[in-house]
């Protein structure tokens, strides 16, 4: 009997440590507009060119706005996108079916942080389980950027080679 009982508290054990260890869920941020809030002027500027860049450019698809948010010699690392303004609006013109802009990002948004000159937003992902296929679970999808002048000019994110 004293052997099943240590069996037993030892599996419990397992289960707890195997729990503990679980990925929590990412959860997006309820008011996107407090992101914008900064205690310095100029990080609440660049915090907002980046916020409105994504809703009007990206999300609105206005590319017509590019001169507005993208310095001319943008600087990009998504190895996707061609680097350079026009470079930029070539690629993203292929998708592009503007859209009326509103007032906040439509993708989930889970944090804005600006420090310096750099800007960094972070997005829920819902992605499919590997093992799974009828389940998902979320990551952190997170995008950088440099901010010269009032312009964004260079781009960061962990996007990856896309096949031809």
Excluded at 87 to 116: H, L, R, Y
Aim: net charge positive; glycine share 4%.
């Amino acid at each position: 009997m004293k052997k099943v009982r240590i069996a037993f508290a030892v599996i419990i054990a397992l289960l707890f440590v195997n729990n503990s260890f679980a990925q929590l869920p990412v959860i997006p941020l309820g008011s996107q507009k407090t992101l914008l809030q900064s205690n310095s002027r100029k990080l609440a500027a660049n915090k907002k060119l980046v916020y409105d860049c994504w809703r009007e450019l990206l999300e609105a698809g206005h590319l017509e706005l590019a001169d507005k948010y993208l310095a001319e010699n943008y600087m990009q690392h998504n190895p996707n996108v061609p680097t350079g303004r026009k470079g930029f609006v070539d690629f993203f013109s292929k998708f592009a079916n503007p859209q009326p802009i509103v007032d906040t990002i439509k993708a989930p948004v889970v944090a804005m942080v600006a420090e310096g000159d750099l800007v960094v937003i972070s997005f829920a992902a819902k992605l499919p389980e590997p093992s799974d296929s009828t389940k998902t679970y979320t990551n952190t999808w997170f995008d950088m950027f440099r901010i010269e002048n009032g312009k964004i000019a260079e781009h960061w994110d962990g996007a990856q080679k896309l096949k031809n």
